[in-house]
Each structure stands twice: as C-alpha cells, then as structure tokens.
C-alpha cells in the first residue's frame, strides 16, 4: 500500500513570496490533514478534511494560508505572502473516515516538506 | 487547557537499558492518547496509544502508563536497541471531536550501542 505522497519535500522562499505545498493520501482515505511542525516542537493542526469538506481550520491563519481539496482526494496548501515564521514543516495525513464516535482511526503522515522562508 | 506537556526534551540511554518518556495534560475530555515515533526526515508514525480505561498498555517492548486521577501518562521503553533512537511525540485527542491530535513538544532520545 503506498503512503502518503508530498511534493516538493524542500522549499526555499523569500519573505512574501507565495508557495503551495501538494499532498496525496492513501487511498480511500476519506479524512486529510494539514500540520505546521516548527522545529523543537510537535504537530500541529491547521486544517481538517473530510472529503471535500473542511471539519476544522481554527488553527489556520486564513490571512495568508488557504487549502482546498477537490474531487475529495488530492490537497494543496497554499501560503500568501510568507512570513519568516512560517519556516517549518509541513506535514500531510491521512485516514480513514469515523463511522462511531468510538472508534479511532489511525493519522498516516507523510515525510513532509520542509520550508525555509529567508 | 488544550496543551499536553511532555518531558524530558531529550534522553540518552545505554542499549538495553529503560527509556521512559513522561506526559501530562489538563483537559479531562481527552480520552485517546497515542505515541508517536518520527525519525528524521519523515513523518510521524504511530506507536502505540491507549484509552483511558486502563492503566497500562503494552506491545512488545513499549509500555504506556496512564494515570487517570493525575493526568499523566508515559510511554516505558524496555531494552533499548540504537535503532530506538528517534523523537518521540505524546498526543491527546477526543474521540467525539474531530480527531484533532494535540502534540507535546517531543523528546529526542539517543540510544548508545
């Protein structure tokens, strides 16, 4: 089963330049994520989908990020204008969509890309 | 209320000997907590999690210890090889929301052959 895919895996950017990062999930996986990873800490998150729909994006600086994900398969994160604390990773996951309330489904992240705003 | 403190930031043990990270947390609605293990250049994976139903939770050499009235859990690895050397991440997260994981800051463990 192949994983999650994301592209670039490095990015280099001025300040107030733009940049879109692209994330696959694994297959039938209903539920995507989008996560900031600063360097020295954890995860964390900015925007939830389900299928096309957004589930969570209280974190997401909608200033200056947006992400869309059509036809409910394939993502894009994008950043406009890049400030330099947005230097950080990047993570994409995914899983499988909840059927209960009960049940937890397992977040598949993929390698990340690393961004660098100078 | 959100946040899920983690220590200590980094570890160093001997092979073979215990590794023990430690968590806590405030918000009494979280009721999954998962382990994660990332190592570098990729992305965060599951280790093991536990809900908060029992104490104790262990598969193979990795044990999670969860201590409800405290609000605390740890994750105890046993016998530590080089290859367990890696950042480990807590996670808090409530099963009737989103499934939003809140991160703690990790803990960089280096395991000496």
């Known amino acids: 089963e192949a994983g999650v895919a994301q592209s670039p895996r490095y990015k280099i950017i001025e300040k107030r330049q733009s940049v879109a990062f692209w994330c696959n999930p694994i297959s039938g996986h209903a539920t995507l994520y989008w996560y900031q990873q600063i360097l020295g800490q954890g995860p964390k998150l900015l925007i939830q989908f389900q299928n096309n729909g957004v589930v969570d994006d209280s974190q997401l600086p909608k200033d200056r990020f947006s992400a869309e994900r059509l036809k409910g398969v394939d993502s894009t994160l994008k950043i406009q204008p890049a400030k330099l604390e947005d230097s950080a990773v990047y993570l994409c996951?995914?899983?499988?969509?909840?059927?209960?309330?009960?049940?937890?489904?397992?977040?598949?992240f993929g390698p990340g890309t690393r961004l660098t705003v100078t | 209320q959100q946040q899920v403190k983690q220590s200590p930031q980094s570890l160093i043990v001997q092979k073979g000997g215990i590794s023990i990270i430690n968590c806590a947390y405030e918000?009494?609605?979280?009721?999954?907590f998962p382990w994660y293990q990332q190592f570098p250049g990729k992305g965060p994976a599951l280790l093991i999690a536990?809900?908060?139903?029992?104490s104790e939770k262990k598969e193979g050499r990795f044990t999670i210890s969860f201590n409800k009235s405290a609000k605390q859990f740890s994750l105890h690895i046993m016998d530590s090889q080089p290859g367990d050397s890696a950042t480990y991440f807590c996670a808090a997260s409530r099963m009737d929301s989103s499934y939003k994981l809140i991160f703690g800051s990790g803990t960089r463990l280096l395991v000496r052959p």
């Open positions: 918000n009494t609605a979280f009721d999954y």
């Open positions: 536990i809900r908060p139903d029992v």
């Open positions: 996951a995914s899983s499988l969509a909840r059927d209960s309330l009960s049940t937890y489904y397992e977040q598949y």
